[in-house]
């Protein structure tokens, strides 16, 4: 937008021969131009892992019978249009946030059974 609140539709020069090197749109923001309009809000609250157990006595020979369902990765809110903010690029260490052929977050449900004599 242009201050005067009107669209902006003066066209970008990348490269003007006229103008310093440093100058120019494509050495000052790095090889990929403007970053900033890519740029998005990555704030998020996430609900990760639920679970509930039930134990029960039985009898004697079989003592105690616990059930466990659990649930992994369930909801993610977020203002974000990409993939899942936490995720990594290629599992490196700080490098999260950046969508770049990464795949959908895995969402985990299962049940644990266990049985004590």
Do not use: C
């Not at 993939?83 to 599992?91: E, F, I, R, T």
């Amino acid at each position: 937008m242009l201050p005067n609140g009107h669209v902006n539709d003066i066209p970008v020069k990348w490269y003007d021969p006229a103008q310093p090197l440093e100058n120019n749109r494509w050495v000052r923001y790095g090889q990929t131009g403007v970053a900033e309009t890519y740029i998005q809000r990555g704030d998020h609250i996430r609900l990760n892992n639920v679970s509930i157990a039930w134990k029960l006595k039985l009898n004697k020979y079989l003592q105690q019978l616990s059930i466990t369902a659990y649930a992994g990765n369930i909801i993610l809110w977020t203002p974000y249009k990409g993939g899942d903010p936490g995720q990594l690029l290629y599992d490196q260490p700080q490098i999260e946030g950046i969508d770049f052929f990464n795949l959908p977050s895995v969402k985990t449900l299962g049940v644990n059974v266990s049985v004590q004599f």
